[in-house]
C-alpha cells in the first residue's frame, strides 16, 4: 500500500508541483465548467428551469419533459487562454489553445398522450401529456492549462526542501514513504552530507539559486447521461436520470534549479495521471404555476469514482564533472466519493419576447470521500480530515436572459462559482473562485437551430512548488500567483424531427 504523503502547507488552492496533493486534486475533479449547448451558454448557464435543451439533462433532468417533438443537436469549437504567474518578484505568461466537443445528443418526445385513452389518466383534472427520453454526451470541465514561472532566490531552494523532509522522517527511503521526486532527488546527488561527521543532509547546491518551473495540464471531465422526463398537465415538469461521468487528467511538471555561478544545475520532472469512470442519480421537478414564471429544483446524488493513478519522475543533475539520472515511478487505485449537489432555479416569460432566468447551486465540498485500496485505511483517514478542514460549503449563481424578435435570438449572461477552499491557507483574492462572462446569438426555425456562444472565464489561484522548514523549525513555502483567463466559442447545430405542438 503506497502510505499517503501530504504537508499541511500544500493544501492550497491549486496543484503543488511535484507531490500528489490530493487534496488540491479532489477540487478539481469537483468543481466544474460552464458547459452544455450554446443557448444555454450564451445565457450564463442558467437553465435549469428554461428546459427542452440538452444541457438540462446535466443540470434539472426535468428541463427535458418540456420537449414536444424529437430533436438531435451537436455542440463544438475552441478554447484558449493564457496564465499570468509572478513568482519572487518575477513576471512570466503562458498561453494554450485547443478544439473541444462540448455535447451532442439525442431525444425522442411522444405525442400527446391525452389522444390516446389507454395511456392517459386524469386525476381531478391532472393529465400525464407526455414523456419524453434522452441520450447526451457533455464536457463537464476542461483541464487545459499551461503555467510558467522563474525567479531567484536568495532564501531557500527546491534541493534544500528535501533534505528538509530526510532530516525530518528517517523512514527507509522509498516511494511508499516520500514523493518520487524526494527519492530521485536524493538519488540524483541533490542533497549530500555537508561533511563525514554530519548527520544532516544539506542542499549540495548553495543558495541563492535561478529557479524555474512550468506545468502543463491536459484532459478534461465528461459525461454520459440517460434521462427520463413526464409532462404532467403542462404544468408540472418530472425527470430522473442517471449519469455516468469519465475523467482524465495529465499533469506534466518539470521544475530546475541552478547555481549563480553556473556550474551546478538539475531539472526535476514530475507526470501524472489519473482517469476512470463513475456513476451518479438525478431528480429534478419544473413547475409552470402561470405561463409567465417557471420554478424548480434538482438534486445530484453523489458521485461514486473509480479511479486509477500513476505517477513518474525523472531527474537529472550536473555537478561539475559529475552528472547524475535517477527515475521511478507508481501506480495505484482508489474510490472517490463526489459530494451531494443541489440546483435551484426560476425564469420569467416577457411573451413572446424572450425570458430572464436565475440558478442557484449548492455543493458541500467537505463531504468528500477517499477511499484506498488495501488494508491502510488509516491514510484515507487522515486525507478525508484535510478535506473537511480546507473544504467549504460552496455556491454558484448564474443568471442569464435570451431576446426573441421572430427567428432570431440574442443572449447575455453571467456566472460567478465561490471557491470551494476556504481561506485558512490560501490569500482571499487568490483561492479560485471563478467569473463567467456569456454572450450568444441564434437562429430558430421550425425544424432546424444554430447557436453560437462567446464564455470568457476568469480566477485566480496560489500554489506553492515545495516547502522547507527554517531554522526556527516553521514551515514556509515560496508561493506561485496565477491570474487564469480563457475564452470560449461554442456552436451547435440542431435538428427536430416529428414537430407536434399540442
Known amino acids: 500500500m503506497k502510505k499517503l504523503v501530504i504537508f499541511s502547507n500544500l493544501l492550497l488552492a491549486g496543484a503543488s508541483l511535484f507531490a500528489q496533493d490530493y487534496v488540491s486534486d479532489a477540487g478539481r475533479m469537483m468543481q466544474t465548467d460552464l458547459s452544455g449547448t450554446a443557448r444555454s451558454l450564451g445565457a450564463g448557464g442558467a437553465f435549469s428551469t428554461v428546459g427542452a435543451d440538452m444541457s438540462s439533462m446535466s443540470s434539472n433532468p426535468a428541463g427535458i419533459a418540456l ?42 418526445a411522444t405525442r400527446k398522450l391525452s389522444n390516446y385513452d389507454n395511456l392517459s389518466y386524469n386525476r381531478g383534472g391532472s393529465k400525464l401529456d407526455r414523456f419524453v427520453i434522452g441520450f447526451g454526451y457533455q464536457k463537464l470541465a476542461d483541464f487545459s492549462s499551461v503555467q510558467y ?89 418530472i425527470g430522473a436520470g442517471m449519469g455516468v461521468p469519465y475523467i482524465s487528467y495529465h499533469r506534466y511538471a518539470t521544475f530546475s534549479e541552478s547555481s549563480s555561478s553556473g556550474d551546478s544545475s538539475y531539472t526535476s520532472q514530475y507526470n501524472y495521471s489519473l482517469s476512470g469512470w463513475g456513476i451518479n442519480g438525478k431528480f429534478g421537478i419544473i413547475v409552470k404555476p402561470v405561463q409567465w414564471l417557471r420554478v424548480g429544483a434538482a438534486i445530484q446524488s453523489p458521485t461514486l469514482y473509480r479511479l486509477n493513478e500513476s505517477d513518474y519522475g525523472y531527474t537529472t543533475s550536473n555537478f561539475g564533472d559529475s552528472s547524475y539520472a535517477a527515475q521511478s515511478g507508481l501506480n495505484y487505485q482508489f474510490t472517490y466519493n463526489n459530494p451531494l449537489k443541489g440546483t435551484f432555479g426560476a425564469s420569467f416569460y416577457l411573451k413572446q419576447w424572450g425570458f430572464l432566468s436565475v440558478d442557484y447551486e449548492l455543493n458541500d465540498y467537505g463531504l468528500t470521500k477517499f477511499t484506498f485500496d ?32 421572430k427567428t432570431l435570438r440574442l443572449r447575455a449572461g453571467f456566472a ?7 481561506n485558512n491557507n490560501v490569500p482571499t483574492t487568490y ?68 414537430v407536434n405542438r399540442n
Open 67 to 108: 420537449y414536444r417533438s424529437h430533436e438531435f443537436a451537436i455542440s463544438g469549437g475552441g478554447i484558449w487562454g493564457s496564465n499570468n504567474s509572478s513568482y519572487l518578484g518575477q513576471s512570466s505568461s503562458a498561453s494554450f489553445d485547443k478544439a473541444t466537443l462540448s455535447q451532442a445528443g439525442f431525444v425522442f
Open 149 to 237: 514561472f522563474y525567479g531567484t532566490n536568495t532564501q531557500n531552494s527546491y534541493a534544500g526542501s528535501i533534505a528538509s523532509q530526510l532530516n525530518a522522517n528517517q523512514s527507509p527511503l522509498n516511494s511508499g514513504n516520500f514523493p518520487i521526486t524526494t527519492v530521485n532527488g536524493y538519488n540524483a546527488g541533490l542533497v549530500s552530507y555537508p561533511s563525514s561527521t554530519s548527520d544532516f543532509l544539506s542542499s549540495t547546491i548553495g543558495l541563492p539559486v535561478n529557479q524555474s518551473g512550468q506545468i502543463t495540464t491536459t484532459g478534461g471531465l465528461n459525461e454520459l447521461n440517460l434521462t427520463l422526463g413526464f409532462n404532467v398537465g403542462n404544468t408540472v415538469y
Open 374 to 405: 488495501g488494508s491502510d485505511r488509516s491514510a484515507s483517514d487522515q486525507l478525508n480530515a484535510y478535506i473537511k478542514k480546507d473544504y467549504q460549503l460552496a455556491s454558484t449563481v448564474k443568471a442569464g436572459a435570451e431576446f426573441a424578435y
Open 416 to 422: 460567478w462559482s465561490e471557491s470551494p477552499f476556504n
Open 431 to 498: 483561492n479560485g473562485a471563478r467569473f463567467n462572462y456569456t454572450g450568444g446569438i441564434g437562429y430558430r426555425g421550425r425544424r432546424f437551430f444554430a447557436d453560437l456562444a462567446y464564455v470568457r472565464t476568469q480566477y485566480k489561484n496560489y500554489f506553492t512548488p515545495y516547502s522547507y522548514t527554517d531554522a526556527q523549525g516553521n514551515l514556509q513555502s515560496p508561493g506561485v500567483i496565477n491570474t487564469f483567463s480563457s475564452n470560449t466559442i461554442i456552436a451547435t447545430i440542431g435538428f427536430k424531427f416529428g
